[in-house]
């Protein structure tokens, strides 16, 4: 059986200390890797089923300057996301 659709909600991201541009970056990387990562027919397969996981502690995670570092950062974001969604 196929996933037919994936919902993912992120209730909150503190992102304190980020200057607006940056921000801004992160949140493009997180969304266009999380995209890719959800878009994956290998990946999905191995989720059949329901699956909740009410929180995700990512741990440490170094932020480089900038708007490539903000990209960078959140697709590693998206990535660490993308295995805690493992059954």
């Known amino acids: ?3 037919s659709k994936i919902q993912v909600t992120i209730d909150r991201l503190v992102l304190n200390g980020l ?4 921000r801004k970056a992160l949140l493009e990387g997180l969304e266009t890797e999380l995209s890719r990562i959800l878009s ?8 059949g089923g329901w699956h909740r996981t009410p929180v995700l502690k990512l ?3 170094p932020i480089e300057p900038g708007l490539a570092g903000g990209r960078k ?3 590693g974001l998206a990535r660490a996301i993308g295995k805690g969604l493992r059954p």
């Open 59 to 61: 741990g440490r995670m």
């Open 19 to 22: 200057e607006p541009a940056d």
């Open 1 to 3: 059986m196929g996933v």
């Open 40 to 47: 994956d027919p290998a990946a999905r397969a191995g989720w």
């Open 73 to 75: 950062f959140g697709g």
